[in-house]
C-alpha cells in the first residue's frame, strides 16, 4: 500500500510538466495544473513517507524487469524514507514559488521545459533513494543527473550557463562512471545487484579499499565535498532560483545518501574509513565557508555555503563510521542522527535562502551583493524571512541548524569515554571545528543579510525594488515556520532518527530512542531555552514599548559629519577581507587596481575576483595543457597520409615487439 | 536547593555591573586618579532606562532588535552556567554548545544592528567583531573540551558545564593541573577578546577607527543603550564565573565558603583585566588574529598534555 502510494506520487510528480506542455496556449492555467498535480503529488509521497517511518517492517516492491542484472525492487526502509522528506518538500514548495517567479504567461516555452524536468529530477530523486537494485539505482541516478543538467542550462543563451552546464555534466558523469565501477566490485563480491543481497559484505577484503575510493568519489562529486565540489558554485549559482534551492537543498544529498547506502552494506567498515570522512568534512566545511565568505555573487556565496553544510554533514558521517566501527552504538546513532537531522534542515534553510536570493534577483535585477542595500525597507516580509533562514544556517539556536550542529558536537564528545592514547579521541575536535564553522557561516550571514537587506541601498536599481507576490512569500514562510519548529521541537524528531539510526547502525539506539533517554532529555532541555529566550525577547519588547518614551529620528552619527552618503557604507567585500586573508593559503583572490593618479583623479578602478581555486588553477589549465598537446599531435599527421601509414606501422612494430618480449 | 539557586541566580543579575566598576578603579589607581564611583554603571543604567531614544533614520526593525535579543541571549546562556560548583539551573549533556551559542546569537544581532545604521564605522566595528568571534570559538570550544575531558564525564549529566565545573573539578587538577593551568591562561585571553578589552579592544577609545564592540553601538540611546552595556556586564561576569572556578577549584564543603571563594575569583578576575588594560596597551588590529590562534594553539597544548 506505501509502496503502491509512493509510486502513484512518483508517477503524478514526473508527469507533472506534461500538464503545462498540454495547455501552452493557457499558459496560467498550464502551469496552476502542473503545480497542482506536482503538489498533490508531493503530499501522497509525503505521506507515503511518513507511513513508512511508522511501519514495523520496511515495505518493498519487485517487479520483473527486462534488463539484464536488473529487477525493479524498491525497499522503504526508515532511512530511505527519512531523505524522501527533503525530496518531497522541498520541490513542492519550489514549484509554488515558480508561479510567482517563473511565471509561463510571461516565459512560455521556457517555464514549460524547466516545469518538464522540475518533475523529472524530483520523481527520480525519489526513485533514487528508495531504488533496493543497482541498476535501478543506476538508471533513476542518470535521470535525475541528466534533469539537473538540463535545469541548469534553462537560461542556456548566457555563455556562462553554458559553461557551468558542461562542467557539471562531465563531473556528473565522472561520477557516474565511478559509480558503475562501485557496483560492479559490490555486485561480483555479493554475486547479485540486488542491494538485500549485498549486506554483510566484508570491509577486510582487498578490494574494500578500493570500493571505498570510488564510493567516495562517485558520490562525493554529487555531494560536492571539497575537492571535488568544483563543479557547485557555478551549476548552483545558473539556474533559476527555485532550480537552485532544490540542487543546493536536495539533490547534493543524493550524494550523502549514497555513501550512507553504500557504506551500509560493509559489516563494521575499518575506523580509518571514517577518519578520512571526517577529515574530509573538515576540510569541506572550513574552505567551503572561507570561500563563501569571499564571494560577491550571492547565488555563488549561497552554493560555496552549500559545500560547508555538506562538509558538516559529512563530518556526521564519519563519526557515524567510527562509532560503528568500533560498535559504539551512543557514537554511531548520535552522529548519523545528527548527520540526517542536519540533511532535512540544510533542505530546509538553504531552500529558503536561496528563494530569497530569488526574490531579490527578481525585485532589483542583480545578485551582486555590493549593489544592493537597505531592500529590507521594501521587502519588510523576505527581509525577515531570509533572516530566519541566516540565523539557521549559522547553527545559531533557537533555530533548526542548531539542533542538528549540537547532535554531531555530542556524539564526537563521546569519545573523551575512550582510554588515553587512544587515536579515537582525536575525534573530538569535531566540536572545536563546528565552532569554527559556525563562528565563520555567522560572519558570512551577517555580510550577506546586512549588505542586501540593511543599511541604505547602494545603487540606483535597488530604491526601485517591490516586494514579491504572495506566491513567492508563501513557500518561504513555510520553509522559515519549519526551521522554527524543528527547532523547538526536536524532541518529536527523535523517534525518527532513531528508527533511521538503527536501520543503518544496526546497534541499540536507546541514547536516542528512550524517552527518558540522553537525547530526550539533553533536546527538551535546548527546546526550553529556546522558548525560553524568545519569552525573554518578547518581554523585553513590550516592556521597552510600555516604559520607554517614543523615539526620536534622525541621522545615523558619522563622527560629525553632516553628508554621508550611501556609497560611504561599508561593502560585503570590505566586511570578509581579514577573514578571507587568513583562508589567503586556499583562496587565491585576484586584485585588480587602478589607483588615483594627479592631482585630479578621474578613474579609480578596484576590483577583486576569487577564482574557484580547483577548477580555474588547476583543472581548467591542465585540460587546457592537454588540449594543447593533443592540437601538436594531431597537428603532425594531419593531412599526410605517409605519416599516417607510418604510424599504423609503428604501432603494429611495437604491439608485435611487445608480445614477444612479454611472451 | 531552590534557595541556592535564586542566590545564584540573584548574584548573576545584580553583581555584574560591579566588576566593570572594579575594573575603572584599579585602571583609576594606576593612573594616579581617584576614578569613578564603583556602582557608577548601575547609575548610568538606571539614568538611560528612564532616557528617551533616538534612532537613525536608516535603519529598520532590526536595529531595534539587536539590543533586546542581544540581552535575552546572554541571559539565557546565565541559566546554563553554574557557579561556585553549584548545578545550573539547565543542565544536560553539551549544553556549554548552547551556551556559546547564544553568545554568538546575541552577537549576530549586535552585528546586524551596526551594519543596520549605514555607517561606516559601524560597519567596520562588525566586520572586525564577526571576525575576531570566529577566531575565538574554537579555542573557546578546545578549552571546554579539555575540561569535560578532565572532570566532566561523570555526574548525572556527563559533558555539561554543571558536571564539568562541579564537585569533580577539584579532582581533575589533580589528575589533569597542568593542563587546567593552559586552559585557564587562554580562557582568560579568549575572555579578553570577547568582552572587547585591552589588548583586543579598548572601550575607552574616542576614535571610531580604532574601536570594535563600542563603535558598532555608536548609535544607540535611551534603553537600548542600558540592554547593551547591563548585556555586556553580564557576559563579562560569565567569563569571570567560568575562570573563578576553575583557577579556585577547592574541595570546600561549605557553601558560604565555597560561595565565597568564588565571588573572590570574580573580583579577582576584574582586578586582573584592569591590570591589563593599565600595563598594555591595544594590540594592533592585524595582530589580534595572532592572540586568537595563540589562544588556540595553547588549549591545543593542553588537550594534548592530557591525552598523552
Same mark, same amino acid.
Given at each position: ?349 538553504? &531552500? ?115 516586494? &514579491? ?195 | ?126 566586520? #572586525? ?22 572532570? @566532566?564525564?561523570? @555526574? ?14 577539584? @579532582? ?114 592585524? #595582530? ?21
Amino acid at each position: 500500500m506505501t509502496i503502491q502510494l509512493l509510486l502513484v506520487a512518483v508517477a503524478a510528480i514526473a508527469a507533472s510538466g506534461l500538464a503545462a506542455l498540454a495547455f501552452t496556449q493557457r499558459p496560467r492555467l498550464g502551469q496552476r495544473l502542473a503545480t497542482t498535480l506536482f503538489c498533490a503529488g508531493a503530499v501522497a509521497g509525503l505521506a507515503a513517507a511518513v507511513l513508512a517511518l511508522a511501519a514495523p517492517e520496511p515495505p518493498a516492491l519487485a517487479l520483473p524487469w527486462q534488463v539484464p542484472g536488473g529487477a525493479f525492487t524498491l525497499r522503504l526502509d526508515p532511512l530511505s524514507a527519512f531523505f524522501l522528506l527533503p525530496v518531497f518538500l522541498v520541490p513542492a514548495l519550489g514549484s509554488i514559488y515558480g508561479l510567482g517567479y517563473y511565471p509561463q504567461d510571461a516565459l512560455g516555452a521556457r517555464s514549460v521545459r524547466l516545469q518538464l524536468f522540475y518533475g523529472l529530477v524530483t520523481g527520480a530523486m525519489a526513485l533514487v533513494v528508495t531504488a533496493a537494485n543497482a541498476v535501478l539505482f543506476l538508471v533513476a541516478w542518470e535521470v535525475m543527473a541528466l534533469a539537473g543538467f538540463f535545469l541548469i542550462q534553462t537560461d542556456h543563451e548566457k555563455r556562462e550557463v553554458r559553461a557551468a552546464a558542461f562542467v557539471y555534466l562531465a563531473a556528473t558523469h565522472l561520477g557516474t562512471l565511478a559509480l558503475i565501477a562501485l557496483f560492479s566490485i559490490l555486485g561480483s563480491a555479493a554475486g547479485s545487484l540486488e542491494f538485500a543481497r549485498m549486506q554483510g559484505l566484508p570491509a577486510t577484503a582487498p578490494w574494500a579499499g578500493w570500493a571505498f575510493a570510488l564510493l567516495l568519489l562517485g558520490f562525493g562529486l554529487k555531494a560536492g565535498i571539497m575537492p571535488l565540489h568544483f563543479w557547485l558554485p557555478g551549476a548552483h549559482a545558473s539556474g533559476p532560483s527555485h532550480v537552485s534551492a532544490l540542487m543546493s537543498g536536495v539533490l547534493i544529498k543524493m550524494g550523502v545518501y549514497g555513501i550512507l547506502r553504500a557504506s551500509s552494506f560493509f559489516d563494521a567498515p575499518p575506523a580509518s574509513w571514517g577518519f578520512v570522512v571526517l577529515a574530509l568534512g573538515a576540510v569541506s566545511g572550513a574552505l567551503g565557508v572561507a570561500f563563501a565568505l569571499a564571494q560577491h555573487d550571492l547565488k555563488r556565496l549561497l552554493a560555496y555555503c552549500s559545500v560547508e553544510n555538506v562538509g558538516i554533514i559529512t563530518m556526521g558521517v564519519g563519526l557515524a563510521l567510527l562509532g560503528r566501527a568500533r560498535g559504539e552504538p551512543v557514537l554511531a546513532a548520535l552522529g548519523l542522527a545528527g548527520a540526517l537531522l542536519h540533511v532535512l534542515n540544510h533542505a530546509v534553510f538553504k &531552500s529558503l535562502l536561496f528563494f530569497g536570493a530569488g526574490s531579490i534577483q527578481h525585485a532589483t535585477g542583480t545578485r551582486a551583493l555590493d549593489q544592493l542595500g537597505g531592500l529590507g525597507k521594501a521587502m519588510r516580509a523576505t527581509s525577515l524571512l531570509f533572516l530566519v533562514g541566516a540565523v539557521a544556517i549559522s547553527g545559531l539556536p533557537p533555530l533548526n541548524g542548531f539542533a542538528s550542529e549540537w547532535m554531531i558536537s555530542l556524539a564526537s564528545l563521546q569519545v573523551l569515554r575512550m582510554p588515553a592514547g587512544d587515536p579515537m579521541i582525536l575525534a573530538v575536535l569535531t566540536a572545536p571545528a563546528l565552532g569554527l564553522l559556525g563562528g565563520l557561516a555567522a560572519a558570512c550571514f551577517v555580510k550577506v543579510h546586512g549588505i542586501a537587506f540593511l543599511g541604505s541601498p547602494r545603487s540606483e536599481r535597488v530604491s526601485h525594488a517591490h516586494e &514579491s507576490p504572495r506566491t513567492m512569500l508563501v513557500p518561504m514562510a513555510a520553509l522559515a515556520a519549519i526551521c522554527g519548529a524543528v527547532g523547538l521541537g526536536s524532541p518529536l524528531l527523535l523517534p525518527t532518527l532513531a528508527r533511521a539510526a538503527q536501520s543503518w547502525t544496526h546497534l541499540p539506539v536507546d541514547a536516542l530512542a528512550a524517552p527518558d533517554g540522553m537525547a530526550a532529555h539533553s533536546t527538551l532541555r535546548i527546546s526550553l531555552v529556546a522558548a525560553g529566550l524568545l519569552v525573554l525577547v518578547a518581554l523585553l519588547v513590550l516592556w521597552r514599548r510600555w516604559a520607554g518614551k517614543p523615539a526620536r529620528r534622525s541621522e545615523t552619527w558619522s563622527c560629525g559629519y553632516s553628508a554621508p552618503t550611501a556609497r560611504m557604507q561599508y561593502t560585503g567585500s570590505s566586511l570578509s577581507t581579514s577573514l578571507v586573508e587568513l583562508f589567503s593559503f586556499a583562496v587565491f583572490s585576484r586584485l585588480e587596481r587602478l589607483r588615483p593618479r594627479g592631482p585630479f583623479p578621474r578613474r579609480a578602478v578596484l576590483r577583486t575576483t576569487v577564482p574557484e581555486t580547483v577548477l580555474d588553477l588547476i583543472i581548467l589549465p591542465a585540460v587546457n595543457r592537454c588540449t594543447g598537446v593533443a592540437a601538436r599531435l594531431r597537428a603532425l599527421y594531419r593531412g599526410y597520409v605517409r605519416v599516417q601509414v607510418l604510424l599504423v606501422l609503428a604501432t603494429l612494430v611495437v604491439l608485435l615487439a611487445l608480445r614477444f618480449l612479454i611472451g | 536547593m531552590i534557595l541556592r539557586t535564586s542566590l545564584q541566580l540573584a548574584i548573576f543579575l545584580l553583581l555584574p555591573p560591579l566588576l566593570l566598576g572594579v575594573i575603572n578603579r584599579v585602571k583609576a589607581i594606576f593612573a594616579g586618579r581617584r576614578g569613578l564611583p564603583l556602582l557608577q554603571l548601575y547609575f548610568d543604567l538606571w539614568k538611560l532606562l528612564r532616557k528617551g531614544t533616538v534612532i537613525s533614520r536608516t535603519t529598520s526593525w532590526v536595529f531595534r532588535a539587536g539590543p533586546v535579543v542581544g540581552l535575552a541571549a546572554v541571559l539565557c546562556a546565565g541559566l546554563l552556567l553554574s557557579t561556585a560548583g553549584q548545578p545550573a539551573v539547565v543542565a544536560f549533556q553539551g549544553d556549554f554548545v548552547l551556551f556559546a551559542g547564544l553568545l554568538a546569537l546575541g552577537r549576530f544581532f549586535t552585528a546586524l544592528a551596526a551594519l543596520d545604521t549605514g555607517s561606516a564605522f559601524e560597519g567596520m566595528g562588525a566586520a #572586525r567583531e564577526v571576525t575576531f568571534a570566529s577566531l575565538a570559538e574554537p579555542a573557546l570550544f578546545v578549552c571546554l573540551v579539555v575540561i569535560a575531558r578532565a572532570g @566532566g564525564g561523570g @555526574g548525572l549529566d556527563p559533558f555539561s558545564l554543571s558536571s564539568m565545573l562541579g564537585p569533580a573539578l577539584p @579532582g581533575a587538577w589533580d589528575q589533569a593541573g597542568s593542563a587546567i593551568v593552559l586552559v585557564v591562561i587562554a580562557l582568560f585571553g579568549v575572555a579578553l577578546a570577547e568582552n572587547a578589552r585591552i589588548p583586543v579592544d579598548d572601550p575607552n577609545t574616542h576614535l571610531e577607527l580604532t574601536m570594535i564592540h563600542e563603535v558598532m553601538v555608536l548609535d544607540h540611546s535611551g534603553p537600548d543603550l542600558a540592554f547593551i552595556e547591563y548585556g555586556a556586564a553580564l557576559k563579562l561576569f560569565l567569563f569571570g564565573a567560568l575562570l573563578s572556578r576553575l583557577a579556585f577549584a577547592f574541595a570546600v564543603p561549605s557553601f558560604l565558603a565555597q560561595e565565597t571563594i568564588f565571588l573572590g575569583g570574580v573580583l579577582l578576575f576584574a582586578v586582573l583585566v584592569g591590570l591589563v588594560e593599565s600595563l598594555m596597551a591595544r594590540l594592533r588590529m592585524h #595582530r589580534v588574529p595572532q592572540l586568537l590562534v595563540g589562544a588556540s594553539v595553547l588549549s591545543l597544548f593542553a588537550l594534548v598534555l592530557e591525552l598523552r
